[in-house]
């Protein structure tokens, strides 16, 4: 056995090399594949040049589109004191006015002079796609625009179409109460104008809400206050009536018991309270009877009547000047387009060409290569 292995093994380290030109058919020739390369340089320029231009052309006649923006944050007290004084005004119906003359302060009113929740109603409103489809469908401006002008497109899926391009962003994680405000148009003074224009218009909406939020609590207060005085004067005039029959009862008795002066008894569970007399019980009734001012009867009608009338002759102010945010850059537009980039675009397409011309000469000498092989 080891012989045979011998001889097999001997056998093998004799076998003949294979041929050189197998070789050099296996492998690429660095030098071949620059010389290839270099004879095709004017395909591969060629494919460049020609992508550069269409590129180009394409950099110059695509649709442009630049953007304004402006930045805000919170507002301060003197920006909204016109509307805090109206607020405060009211601020006392709102009130709990205790027995023991302490006053819990109300604080349903606060959400109305909220400074975080001024701004977040505004950039709630900005970004809003029913403020931002009225803004477009009646600005005068937009529709001037030559955006389109060739292509019958569906007014509604144009305008929704913009919607992306109108924003109120936050600055950054760090700052909480930043926001930039944006519009993005086909040219730089188109995008200055529909940005002040939309501004103007969400600043007038959410002065608006403030003021009709404002006036339906006052009205949502006056409904609860009118069916608290409902009760209250239910109750006290239940209360009166009960008061009247009570003393008639007492009357009745004193008579009976011919008590018609005040006298004087031990009994201090004396109910009907006869004591007093019959003539004093009589001059009683009468008096109950005549009472037609219920606040006698329970005290609690006096401050509803108080907070009642303080509302009647509290009126909205609806030309006041107020601001719900702060601007700390007012809108302008940016330096530059945001697109297209022209340059990136035909340096991109330089690049384009000059790789597919690259593989095309490629390609042609790899087809050489297989048909020399053969």
């Known amino acids: 056995m080891s012989g045979n292995s011998e001889q097999i093994s ?5 076998l003949p090399p294979p041929p050189a030109s197998l070789i050099a058919d296996s492998e690429i020739d660095l030098k071949d594949l620059f010389q290839a390369i270099w004879k095709g340089k004017l395909i591969i320029i060629g494919t460049a040049f020609i992508f550069a231009i269409f590129s180009v052309i394409y950099a110059l006649n695509a649709q442009e589109w630049w953007s304004s923006k402006a930045q805000i944050t919170l507002p301060q007290k003197q920006d909204y004191s016109g509307y805090q004084q109206q607020v405060k005004q009211v601020q006392s119906v709102f009130d ?36 931002k489809q009225a803004f477009l469908e009646s600005s005068s401006e937009f529709h001037d625009l030559s955006l389109n002008k060739t292509q019958e497109i569906n007014p509604p899926i144009q305008t929704r179409s913009w919607f992306n391009k109108i924003a109120a962003q936050p600055v950054g994680k760090n700052e909480a109460f930043l926001y930039n405000l944006s519009f993005q148009s086909t040219t730089k003074q188109s995008s200055l104008i529909l940005l002040n224009k939309y501004i103007e218009m969400i600043e007038q ?66 109910y009907f309270n006869i004591a007093l007399g019959a003539e004093i019980i009589k001059n009683k009734i009468k008096v109950l009877e005549s009472v037609s001012n219920l606040s006698i009867v329970e005290p609690r009608l006096q401050k509803i009547d108080a907070k009642i009338k303080t509302l009647n002759l509290f009126e909205i102010d609806r030309v006041i000047d107020f ?52």
């Open 10 to 14: 001997g056998k093998s380290s004799h």
């Open 96 to 131: 709990v006015y205790q027995e023991d003359g302490t006053v819990l302060v109300s604080e349903e009113l606060e959400q109305f002079i909220n400074p975080e929740l001024m701004l977040k109603r505004f950039v709630v409103a900005f970004n809003s796609s029913v403020n």
């Open 205 to 270: 909406k959410v002065k608006d809400d403030a003021l009709n939020n404002l006036h339906a609590m006052i009205k949502s207060k006056m409904r609860e206050l009118t069916q608290q005085k409902t009760m209250i004067e239910s109750q006290a005039s239940d209360e009166l009536a009960v008061t009247i029959q009570r003393n008639k009862y007492a009357y009745e008795i004193a008579l009976s018991a011919g008590i018609i002066k005040p006298i004087r008894v031990s009994n201090q569970y004396d």
């Open 323 to 374: 601001n719900t945010v702060r601007f700390l850059e007012k809108a302008s537009p940016l330096p530059s387009r945001d697109q297209p980039k022209r340059a990136i675009i035909a340096i991109l397409g330089t690049l384009l060409g000059g790789i597919t011309g690259l593989t095309f000469v490629l390609t042609l000498f790899a087809l050489r290569r297989l048909r020399l092989v053969k």
